[in-house]
């Protein structure tokens, strides 16, 4: 696999489905920026929003990915942590080495260089920078929520999970094979 070594900061309909941290222009520059889920995998939120059943077609989901890049699928993520060691230690492996709260860093041995970007909840209100981001998958779990990957400061875990599809999350591509 070969990832994107920073976040997307690709603007896609600002103040609807795309933000920088706390509305500063400053924090895109840092982290990149943080998308619904509709927006990452390239929809209007009226196609494949929170309460909408998208049923992306499968292979993969170029989205706002660059040409040649593609959203990652769920799987896609697990190979990559399952290839650094597993879920119980990716976490410390993928994520930068300074950045994070409470000497919540990482080692960086791969490149990956995850920062704490933080999230947009799907109330609008913005939290965890310095402490965790969430990165979406092109996944869909139902009509509200899709999977995703997830770290913390404060342990060396990656977290899969399913997120309601009207947070703001990072994007990292994934170069197409």
Known sequence: QTWMAENLTYSVNPGEQSWC????????????????????????????????T?????????????EGWHVPTNDEFSTLYD??????TAGSMLKSASGWCDDGNGFDAYGFSVLPAG????SG?????GVEPNFWSSTENDAT???GMGFSSYDAFVYESHYYKDNGFSLRCLKDS
């Open 21 to 52: 941290y706390d509305n500063d222009a400053s924090n895109c520059d840092e982290y990149g920026r943080l998308y619904t889920w509709a927006a990452a995998v390239g929809k209007s939120e009226e196609d494949c929003g929170n309460g909408k």
């Open 54 to 66: 998208c049923n992306l077609p499968s292979g993969d989901i170029r989205g706002i990915c660059p």
């Open 83 to 88: 290839n650094v060691g597993g879920s119980r």
């Open 119 to 122: 999230n947009r909840g799907d």
């Open 125 to 129: 209100k913005f939290y965890g920078q």
């Open 145 to 147: 929520a899709a999977w």
